[in-house]
């Protein structure tokens, strides 16, 4: 269970895979291979508040084994983050979540707790965000 936080207080939830701080969302490992200013260290992600659209889990998404891929883009559109359990050969022991931004390409992360309780944490940050700057 992910305590409800003033929404200030940072960080909202932290593990190997993804922090979720007032910034917005820094996904871990993203290793995104070209940016609109070029190549640079893209160790990890932030993608910010006003950039998401929609959060989900991937039983929301219902994700076939085909959806998953260990790092890089599947064939739905998804970028994923670099994972240790999304091999399709092994068991998947954490839970993945996926974001959707303005652009077309959605971006899926692991998470060490329940996807559901970070995919919950993310909304009420985005309710948040837009609540004090909207």
Do not use: C
């Not at 929404?7 to 909202?12: G, I």
């Not at 039983?59 to 994923?80: D, M, P, Q, S, V």
């Not at 919950?120 to 609540?131: D, F, M, S, V, W």
């Amino acid at each position: 269970f992910l305590p409800r936080m003033d929404f200030m207080e940072s960080p909202h939830y932290e593990d190997k895979f993804v922090r979720i701080d007032e910034r917005g969302v820094e996904i871990f490992n993203f290793h995104f291979p070209i940016t609109a200013t070029g190549m640079k260290d893209m160790s990890s992600k932030l993608v910010t508040w006003d950039e998401i659209t929609a959060v989900y889990t991937d039983e929301e998404l219902h994700l076939t084994k085909a959806a998953y891929r260990k790092w890089g883009i599947n064939f739905g559109n998804i970028w994923w983050a670099l994972g240790e359990s999304r091999d399709a050969s092994r068991v998947k022991p954490f839970s993945n979540v996926v974001l959707q931004t303005s652009g077309s390409l959605r971006k899926g992360f692991e998470v060490e707790t329940s996807s559901t309780e970070v995919a919950n944490t993310i909304k009420l940050g985005i309710e948040q965000y837009q609540a004090t700057h909207i």
